[in-house]
């Protein structure tokens, strides 16, 4: 009887530590790079907008804790993760072989290709051909920098990195740059769109394994709790509604989910 009593009072303090070692989310911190259009950027009062921070507000909404954004280029979003200056990355972060061995992910948050941006009548294309001994400028951190550094460099083409995706565009109409690589739906509707980009065009998608289309919300790895949470809030967006109304409200008919 004594026996059954220890390993009674055992298992009770089993289960204590196991409610002290669960972490309780009653706020989330989303680390962004708001100089992303469509998908994060700031409207003129100061206050974040987008495709993502209408998700991941929404994501906090359905899992009933407050959302908390967090500001820092895109090329400090993964040291940001290991500081804790963050719970999770909703930023446009595409999910990476070399990215999955540092951080884990959710599941998919939505899907895009990348591309060139360029002047019109540049005779550029997404052949790299095309681009040999031209300028091209990406954002630091990104797969396309990934690709810039492992592909671009080695075929002849001048790549330069920047640390967001504004100043890009900066020295792509100030003439600095003869292209820009990118998201190509944030390049289509948001740096097109603008006036700005009226004279530019974009690439057919570049088509690379360097390139994958899924993004997702990053965070800290074997952060398995946080993830079973994202995921349960990502799953509600779906059966109810909410995210293909955040959808359309951005992108009207075009669907950016793959469901994988």
Not at 20 to 42: I, N, Q
Request: one cysteine or more.
């Amino acid at each position: 009887m004594k026996k059954a009593l220890l390993t009674l009072s055992a298992l009770a303090l089993c289960m204590a530590a196991g409610s002290a070692l669960a972490k309780e989310y009653k706020e989330l911190r989303f680390g962004v790079d708001p100089s992303y259009a469509p998908f994060e950027s700031k409207a003129a009062d100061g206050s974040l907008v987008g495709f993502d921070i209408d998700l991941g507000n929404a994501i906090c909404a359905e899992l009933k804790v407050k959302c908390k954004w967090v500001e820092s280029d895109f090329d400090g979003m993964i040291p940001g993760l290991k500081a804790n200056k963050f719970d999770g990355v909703i930023s446009s972060m595409t999910v990476t072989p070399a990215r999955e061995k540092v951080i884990d992910f959710s599941n998919e948050l939505f899907s895009g290709p990348t591309a060139f941006v360029f002047k019109k009548g540049s005779g550029l294309s997404e052949d790299t051909a095309s681009l040999k001994g031209k300028t091209v400028g990406y954002e630091q951190g990104t797969i396309q920098e990934a690709y810039a550094k492992a592909v671009l460099d080695k075929a002849g083409v001048k790549t330069q990195a920047y640390q967001n995706q504004d100043q890009v565009y900066a020295d792509l109409t100030s003439g600095r740059l003869d292209a820009s690589i990118q998201d190509m739906l944030q390049a289509e509707l948001g740096f097109l769109k603008s006036p700005q980009g009226a004279d530019y065009e974009i690439s057919k998608p570049v088509d690379d394994p360097l390139l994958p289309a899924k993004t997702a919300v990053g965070i800290s790895k074997g952060n398995k709790e946080l993830k079973a949470l994202l995921d349960k809030g990502i799953k509600a967006l779906h059966d109810d509604g909410t995210y293909a109304t955040i959808q359309k409200k951005h992108f009207g008919d075009l669907n950016l989910y793959s469901g994988k």
